[in-house]
């Protein structure tokens, strides 16, 4: 709670899950089946959950520490390796339990090869879909020499990230796999032609508190995704899909999620004008407030799986 940093504070169903643990209570259970809303789980968590989107310029690099594992989700870009490392280093870690990766782009998986030579990662876990980038075939040559095991992330799949907070994965389809793979050999000197649609795209759910994480996908997955999920996707917090460009964050999608607050991760005077100013009208339109690294630096958000708190370092 910095001078001047953004601070905001929500409580979240607070009537609702004050009933439901006292109905717990009553029954002599230590946790109820009863939920809110039907997509929420209704335990509190017995550790705050930590998420930091990384001040690590014109890519992503979210950091998790859910008080039993921690989890990075992306590493940003080779240009942002500094800036990605630092701000790690200034999170104090000392190893990462999960590193998921959403999609082979470079400012995706451009500090994974860094961030491997440093740290001790656990397990790593992309999209299954193969390219013939040197950064992608950099990391996965890295992880085999260390024995870090990869495994292909598709819908369907829950990661646990122990605290009783999981990661519920919504895409890829393992048909989209399936044909992208197909597409990416039959011109093997190509790269898939859509890789930001074949973001991983999943929901952080922590307690109550629910954070949509999105990649880089664009308005033609976010309309699959509705179509798919409908109201599943409602989430109190959004990761802007593709760093607030105007190719992503639809209407329809937004009006889905329904989110509070947008995150936006992004370099400051980027190369592409992100943000854009048709999603942030959009974000307005919804009321929802936006907090941008570029503006805001780190941006954190805790929660105890009941409330929780967002703010900007700056
Ligand atoms: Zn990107």
Excluded: W
Excluded at 45 to 56: E, G, N, Q
Excluded at 80 to 96: P, S, T
């Amino acid at each position: 709670m910095t001078d001047g940093g953004a601070f905001m504070k929500h409580r979240l169903f607070l009537f609702a899950v004050s009933l439901l643990m006292t109905c717990a209570f009553i029954a002599g259970c230590s946790s109820s089946t009863a939920n809110s809303g039907g997509t929420h789980s209704d335990a509190a968590l017995s550790k705050t959950v930590t998420i930091r989107m990384l001040d690590a310029g014109q890519g992503d690099a979210i950091l998790i520490d859910t008080g039993a594992e921690v989890v990075l989700i992306d590493t940003s870009d080779v240009d942002e390796r500094k800036l990605f490392m630092g701000a790690l280093e200034k999170a104090g870690i000392d190893k990462v339990d999960k590193l998921i990766l959403t999609h082979a782009h470079a400012d995706h998986i451009g500090g994974a090869e860094p961030l491997m030579k440093k740290y001790q990662v656990g397990a790593i876990y992309d999209n299954g879909i193969a390219s013939t980038s040197k950064l992608f075939t950099g990391y996965r040559k890295m992880a085999k020499e260390k024995g870090i095991p990869v495994t292909a992330l598709k819908a369907g799949d829950r990661l646990d990230l122990g605290n009783g907070v999981s990661f519920r994965v919504l895409g890829p389809s393992a048909d989209r796999v399936r044909a992208e793979n197909q597409r990416v050999k039959k011109n093997s000197k190509d790269d898939a032609p859509s890789p930001n649609n074949d973001s991983i795209v999943g929901m952080l759910q922590c307690g109550d508190f629910r954070m949509l994480f999105t990649g880089d996908a664009e308005a033609v997955m976010e309309k699959e995704y509705v179509a798919e999920y409908g109201d599943e996707l409602s989430a109190d917090v959004l990761k802007s899909p593709h760093h607030g460009s105007k190719t992503s964050s639809c209407s329809e999608f937004l009006k889905t999620v329904s989110p509070a607050y947008v995150v936006i991760s992004l370099g400051e005077g980027n190369d592409y004008g992100h943000p854009h100013k048709e999603p942030l009208k959009r974000y307005a339109k919804l009321g929802a407030e936006v907090l941008e690294t570029d503006i805001n630096g780190t941006i954190t958000i805790t929660t105890d799986g009941r409330d929780y708190q967002i703010e900007g370092e700056r």
